[in-house]
């Protein structure tokens, strides 16, 4: 049997059965309907935030929260993320500036930043990557100093909590995705997380074409709506998402002592005073000390029907749309750079078994040998 580097956390099919019953009596399938609407409420309370729009991916929400911001000019980013951080910021026609990552937990150096800063700049989009907070005392403090926005990807920081308080509430607005790969899942969707309720109307607004009521367009939205299916399915994930966070914890678990004292092999260690949700777990390879390449590595895995990810590789500065990009050049991105030549990221999931983790750890320990 193979092993993927994620599978989906799927609740029994039968409870599932009522919400679409409802579905089908009610004939609403979108736009604002019942589930969408207990979902955003019991989505705020779960998440401890004052408000959330759900769209229908993360892609979108990015884009839209660009346009809700009305974001123009430079945005200062990471190249260690996922294409979409990037791509929402071309779609908005806006310059990428590319900054460096820190080398403990890979999120955007705040030390950094401010040399990026140009009379250009009007916003800061890093991202939570891993799951693992971003510097973001220190983001808020150069953001409020340049007057600049700041829009967080966090996409992978569902139920990231520092000091008890969730990450989602820093910054003037957070993405998270709800998509099929990630801790919590809509099979595909996605939300924006806003302080003050007229924030949430204008995005709402976004959403929906930009309609205001019947017959007023305010501006030229789009349509990213989430519908009553994935927004019953949430409902429906949301009693399970706790269990499927302590499943992932174990592996995680089972993974560190494992892997601990493998010449070569390094992880990420996991941040103090902070709840994470386990979205990933990383590893890196040196091959200098360990005697293969991370590559090797990903192919031998590939042999054993074990399907690992290079997540972040390539960098999104070395993707043809951004490779020309001054801030693009490997000069300014040392660490990202290295980290993203190393990186590997070992298969976890709720149901991930523990025979499978000490099969993945012992290929690790005895590969070669
Ligand atoms: C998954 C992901 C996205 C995109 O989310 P979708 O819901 O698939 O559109 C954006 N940024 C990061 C960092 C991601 O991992």
Redesign the pocket.
Known sequence: MSINVTSPFMPPLEEFQPYLEEIWKSKWLTNNGKFHLQLEEELCRYLGVRNICLFS??????ITALQALKISGEVITTPF??V??TH?LWWNGIKPVFVDIEPRFLNINPKKIESAITSKTTAIMP?H?YGNPCYVDEISKIADNYGLKVIY?A??AFGTKINSKTVLNFGDLS?I???A??VYNTF???AIVCHDDKMKLRIDRLKNFGFANETTVVAPGINAKMNEVQAAFGLLQLKYVDDAIAARQNVDTWYREQLSGIQGISLIELPENTTVPYSYFPILIDEKLYGHTRDSVYEFFHTKDIFTRRYFYPLISDFPTYSELPSSNKVNLPVASHVASQVLCLPIYPDLKKEDVLTIASHLRNYGK
């Open positions: 991916n993360a892609t979108l929400a990015l993320s996922f979409a951080t929402a991202v990557v990807d996409a992978h993405v995705s709800f998509h790969t990630k595909e969707g996605g």
